[in-house]
């Protein structure tokens, strides 16, 4: 029986690609570990996305050229805070290291996905209606939950104010909109095991 159910996977064409994703606190990552414990893969974009910058040599030399060598610190490393702080008040610069990056990113991706065996993959991304990867996916998969319950979850996660965590949400695209263009749902405003039973549910009715 073990045999025919690998031979059967082996035959899927490819594997259909569902976009996860949720705003700051939402617990797209906790549902990303779900998945996991389920036996999906994910792929976890945000993760590596900071990761490319640092391996890629060619990403490094492009990086500096746009934004000069302090890009990266003594020891050949990102330096976030000083990129994050050069390009903040400079949308061109923004957009031009978005476009040497985001492309990296989308190689790096297919080529994990070129590994996967899964009938079904996750691709954790926090833009994903924002850049409109979503259009790349079967489907979407948003974990939502209410503002007041986010901000007190990163508040407990990262020690961070009430304020910052506002700040960051008000950047980010508003919940109902995003509500709008998932195809599936989490309501994350309980507790983990439910959370967790939630995944479960909508993972495996995925047709
Ligand atoms: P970010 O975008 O900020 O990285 P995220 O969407 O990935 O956030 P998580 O890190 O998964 O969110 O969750 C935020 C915090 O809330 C974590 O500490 C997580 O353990 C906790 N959390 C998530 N869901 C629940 C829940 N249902 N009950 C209790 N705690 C939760």
């Not at 569902?18 to 990552?29: A, D, F, V």
């Not at 400079?90 to 990296?104: C, D, G, M, S, V």
């Not at 899964?118 to 926090?126: G, I, R």
Request: aromatic share 8%; proline share 2%; hydrophobic share 35%.
């Amino acid at each position: 029986m073990e045999e025919l159910h690998s031979e059967t996977q082996k035959a899927e064409p490819e594997p259909k690609i569902i976009g996860l994703t949720g705003g700051i606190g939402s617990g797209k990552t906790t549902v990303a570990r779900f998945i996991e414990e389920f036996g999906f893969p994910v792929y976890y974009s945000d993760d590596r996305a900071k990761a490319i910058v640092n391996e890629s040599e060619d990403l490094k030399v492009r990086i500096k050229a746009l934004l000069g060598d302090k890009a990266y610190d003594e020891n050949g490393l990102y330096d976030r805070k000083f990129v994050a702080e050069k390009v903040f008040s400079n949308k061109e610069q923004l957009h031009e290291l978005n476009e040497i990056i985001h492309p990296a990113v989308r190689i790096d991706f297919e080529e994990w996905l070129n590994k996967q065996t899964k009938y079904l993959v996750f691709k954790e991304t926090a833009l994903l209606f924002e850049l409109k990867l979503n259009r790349q996916c079967y489907k979407s998969l948003l974990v939502t939950a209410e503002d007041n319950i986010r901000a007190k979850r990163v508040m407990d996660r990262d020690g961070k104010t009430y304020r910052e965590v506002e700040a960051v949400m008000e950047k980010q695209m508003p919940e109902k909109d995003k509500i709008k263009l998932a195809d599936c749902i989490i309501h994350n405003n309980t507790n983990l095991e439910d959370l967790k039973e939630q995944t479960e549910q909508i993972i495996f009715s995925i047709e």
